[in-house]
């Protein structure tokens, strides 16, 4: 069974920065697209960004372009997500997910959740 379990959250100011982290136990990591959704109070999850098996494909939602990078190290088991300049509105829990093969932004076909890491950004 696949588990995925994310750490990298906190409380930051805006414009401040995140790494979050992904560890994928239980298959085989580098048969696997990930991606990054949020969660904000309320709301439904969102697509935040997304990278193929290889890593060699990426993509981002557009409030995510130019100041999020997604990467995964498959020595590691392991997918990242870079956050800069962050807003209150990033604030919220984010999942990582994992499915076979390529990106999608579309929740409903990633197999495989984490528990979540919560973001704060404050104003």
């Known amino acids: 069974q696949v588990q995925l379990v994310e750490s990298g959250g906190g409380l930051v100011q805006a414009g401040g920065s995140l790494r979050l982290s992904c560890v994928v136990s239980g298959g085989t990591f580098r048969n696997y697209a990930m991606a990054w959704f949020h969660q904000a109070p309320g709301k439904d999850r969102e697509f935040v960004s997304g990278?193929?098996?290889?890593?060699?494909?990426?993509n981002y939602a557009d409030s995510a372009k130019g100041r999020f990078t997604i990467w995964k190290d498959n020595a590691k088991n392991t997918v990242y997500l870079q956050m800069i300049s962050l807003k209150p509105e990033d604030t919220g829990v984010y999942y990582c997910a994992a499915r076979a093969w390529t990106i999608s932004t579309n929740r409903g076909v990633f197999g495989s959740w984490g528990q979540g890491t919560q973001v704060t950004v404050s104003s």
């Open positions: 990278i193929n098996f290889s890593g060699g494909s990426t």
